[in-house]
């Protein structure tokens, strides 16, 4: 995160705004850990469409993990705001 932030330009300090969160990280690139190492400068997207990805997601990853864990129902969007409107 910190470096996303200093890459973007933003200030560190948006590490700290208090939110607990999760990171996770999905390969969309055939070149993706190359990239990420920096032994490549120009990420590679031939590797699938969305439907195909969502899908694989949403059946490895997302139904699982509801069916274990309801807390999402509770979930309420305001409570995640960083900046009052």
Not at 37 to 59: A, I, P, Q, R, T
């Amino acid at each position: 995160m910190r470096k996303a932030l200093r890459k973007l330009g933003l200030p560190h300090s948006l590490n700290f705004h208090g939110i607990r969160r999760q990171v996770f990280v999905a390969p969309l690139a055939t070149n993706s850990r190359q990239f990420l190492s920096g032994y490549e400068n120009v990420l590679d997207y031939s590797c699938s469409d969305m439907e195909s990805l969502f899908s694989h997601f949403k059946e490895r990853w997302l139904l699982p993990r509801a069916g274990r864990n309801k807390s999402y129902r509770k979930f309420d969007p305001k409570t995640y705001l960083l900046w009052n409107k």
